[in-house]
């Protein structure tokens, strides 16, 4: 009987020494996940939410596209990601966000969403909370402005996005912020607001 609780008690301790194990591999590959991405946003590699690229010209001779003019959605999405850029530029480090401020950015929120669900307002205003709070202590490049206003914007039309890209872009949101010298913990937690805003939207394609 003695000899089977010690090997219990044993079995246990590696058990929990084995999970103990597992959970920092975990941290760590996410860690390493997260520089990768912090690289990807200080090098210019496009981000995961930026459209694919367009044809190539065609060549002399050849006869022309059927549709050549650009589709009215993404002439859309391009007044939205300004929009929201514009949002994000006036927040200035240092200086406190006037009311009128998120009220606004709240505002362009609203419009850039062009598909019948949009998220709730105390959702995206949570989410306006936290990324202005943030920007008014640590100001981002014109670069990273750019491109979070297109992460952002992403996410409010990702219904039809498949869920690995989804991911991405939230994950490239919170890269941003931390190139930009945004706490992690702050980051991170502007990053899953933003994720609920797009549950919401994605939540009738689910």
């Known amino acids: 009987m003695k000899l089977l609780v010690i090997t219990a008690f044993a079995l246990g301790l590696f058990a929990h020494q084995a999970f103990g194990q597992g959970a920092q591999a975990d941290q760590i590959k996410r860690r390493a996940k997260e520089l990768s991405n912090q690289n990807n946003v200080r090098q210019g590699v496009p981000a995961p939410s930026q459209p694919p690229a367009k044809p190539a010209a065609a060549v002399p001779g050849t006869p022309p596209a ?29 200086s406190p966000v006037a009311p009128e401020q998120k009220t606004q950015f709240i505002k362009d929120i609203a419009v850039a969403v062009r598909g019948a669900t949009k998220p709730s307002l105390p959702t995206v205003a949570r989410f306006v909370n936290e990324l202005t709070a943030a920007l008014a202590e640590k100001a981002l490049g014109t670069a990273e402005q750019a491109r979070l206003a297109q992460d952002i914007e992403a996410v409010l039309n990702s219904a039809a996005m498949p869920v690995i ?19 992690r913990a702050a980051a991170l937690a502007i990053a899953n607001d933003l994720r609920a805003v797009g549950q919401e939207v994605r939540r009738v394609a689910r």
């Open 66 to 94: 059927a549709n050549p003019a650009a589709p009215a959605p993404v002439a859309n999405a391009q007044q939205g990601i300004a929009k929201l850029q514009a949002a994000i530029a006036g927040i200035k480090a240092g």
């Open 165 to 183: 890209q989804f991911d991405a872009v939230i994950a490239d949101v919170q890269a941003i912020l931390q190139v930009g010298a945004v706490k």
